[in-house]
């Protein structure tokens, strides 16, 4: 069984590496287009994949972001990625895993779990794109001062009000 780690690859020069992982082929195929549209001061590689693991005979780069994209509509999706986040060692969900759940009417969105209206709304893609785009750099480490583990906490402590503040 091959299992995912985020530091199994050496980084490579200003690039940034984002896994799609879904079962909805043109989905996936259309918000990589949206990102890679989205204007980024580091080299952007999208990468695609049905389900994990991935194959171990391919030359790939370091992944520094794995987003699930999960359709609310289809029990495969979901099951789709109880399997292969098996494939995925424990330190990457210290800030490089998201999920982003489609088919939804809310829009309620946060670091880990981007829960969203459909995909093929133009506009949305676009802005989920862009948010992709810059979680990536964080990961990736292409912004200073400010790692994944470090936005995911500032995300959590301003979504959680503390008693004070109620």
Not at 6 to 30: H, R
Not at 60 to 83: A, G, T, Y
């Given at each position: 069984?091959?299992?995912?780690?985020?530091?199994?690859?050496?980084?490579?020069?200003?690039?940034?590496?984002?896994?799609?992982?879904?079962?909805?082929d043109?989905?996936?195929?259309?918000?990589?287009?949206s990102?890679?549209?989205?204007?980024?001061?580091?080299?952007?590689?999208?990468?695609?994949?049905?389900?994990?693991?991935?194959?171990?005979?391919?030359?790939?780069?370091?992944?520094?972001?794995?987003?699930?994209?999960?359709?609310?509509?289809?029990?495969?999706s979901?099951?789709?990625?109880?399997?292969?986040?098996?494939?995925?060692?424990?330190?990457?969900?210290?800030?490089?895993?998201?999920?982003?759940?489609?088919?939804?009417?809310?829009?309620?969105?946060?670091?880990?779990?981007f829960?969203a209206?459909?995909?093929?709304?133009e506009?949305?893609?676009?802005?989920?794109?862009?948010?992709l785009?810059?979680?990536?750099?964080?990961?990736?480490?292409?912004?200073?001062?400010?790692?994944?583990?470090?936005?995911?906490?500032?995300?959590?402590?301003?979504?959680?009000?503390?008693?004070?503040?109620?």
């Amino acid at each position: 069984m091959s299992v995912l780690r985020p530091m199994d690859k050496l980084p490579g020069l200003n690039t940034a590496t984002i896994l799609l992982v879904g079962t909805e082929d043109a989905l996936l195929q259309q918000l990589a287009d949206s990102m890679l549209k989205e204007d980024c001061a580091s080299e952007l590689k999208v990468h695609l994949a049905n389900s994990l693991p991935l194959p171990s005979s391919v030359t790939r780069p370091r992944i520094d972001l794995i987003v699930f994209v999960i359709n609310l509509h289809s029990k495969h999706s979901l099951r789709n990625v109880e399997e292969s986040l098996h494939h995925v060692d424990a330190t990457f969900f210290l800030g490089k895993v998201s999920f982003l759940v489609t088919g939804g009417k809310a829009c309620h969105c946060c670091l880990t779990v981007f829960s969203a209206r459909p995909l093929q709304i133009e506009d949305f893609r676009a802005t989920m794109a862009q948010r992709l785009v810059r979680m990536l750099q964080i990961c990736a480490g292409h912004v200073p001062g400010v790692s994944a583990l470090n936005l995911l906490s500032l995300l959590r402590s301003s979504e959680n009000p503390s008693l004070e503040d109620l």
